[in-house]
Every structure is written in structure tokens, then in C-alpha cells.
């Protein structure tokens, strides 16, 4: 089976090897690390990836209300300069949750059954 565009470079393809043990590391990594507490999510990947989706989705949502905000909030408090650096972090942050929150899409639709044909 064929990896989809936006599989994360980090786990093997859906149907190879130790795919799932991979992707379940993956997922566990891109979220809270609380959340490795839960047996749940631990025995149960489907549950991890749809907790993680929620998880990463949220992120993006954090970091493109903080882009929204930075300017303003921290005018007067901080070098300008910093507050530049503060929306870079923001802006490469919510580009690497955007993809990871593709990759965890992909990995929940994997889980469930779903496959890709590779591409010629």
C-alpha cells in the first residue's frame, strides 16, 4: 500500500510492518504528554488518532488566534523586533500543526480501513 501526500515521513506506510506501533508513537508525540496516562488511547489507536485530530486542531486554532493577538497584547512590552519573532513562531508553528493535523487525519482514516493505490 501507498502512502498519501501528507503521511508523516515518520511512520511506514498503512499495511507495512510495524505501521501502526509507528503511527502510534507519532500520534502520542503530537499531543500533550498527559495524554499518555490514558489506557485508552494507549490500547486502542482509532481512539488516539480521533483524540489527537481533536488535539491538533485546537493547536491551530491557538496559534492563529495568538497571530492575531501578539501585536497588540505585547506592544509597549517587549522590543518590536521580538514581537517579530513572536509572530514567526507563530506563523512556522501553525504551519508544522497544520500538517501534522493532516497526518493525523490520514493515520485515523488508515486506521479505520482506508488505503491509497500508489500514484504512476
Known amino acids: ?21 509507528r503511527a502510534v508513537a507519532w500520534l502520542f508525540d503530537q499531543c500533550p504528554a498527559d495524554y499518555r496516562g490514558y489506557d485508552a488511547l494507549r490500547r486502542h489507536p482509532v481512539v488516539l488518532a480521533h483524540v489527537a485530530k481533536a488535539s491538533l486542531t485546537a493547536a491551530v486554532d491557538a496559534a492563529e488566534s495568538g497571530m492575531r493577538t501578539v501585536r497588540h497584547d505585547l506592544r509597549g512590552l517587549v522590543p518590536p523586533e521580538t514581537v517579530d519573532e513572536a509572530v514567526a513562531a507563530y506563523e512556522h508553528e501553525r504551519h508544522r500543526l497544520r500538517s501534522a493535523s493532516v497526518a493525523a487525519d490520514l493515520i485515523w482514516r488508515a486506521l479505520r480501513g482506508e488505503r491509497w493505490a500508489a500514484r504512476l
Do not use: Q
Not at 500500500?1 to 506501533?21: K, N
Open 1 to 21: 500500500m501507498a502512502a498519501p501526500t501528507g503521511w508523516p515521513a515518520e511512520v511506514p506506510d498503512p499495511g507495512v510492518g510495524d505501521w501502526e506501533i
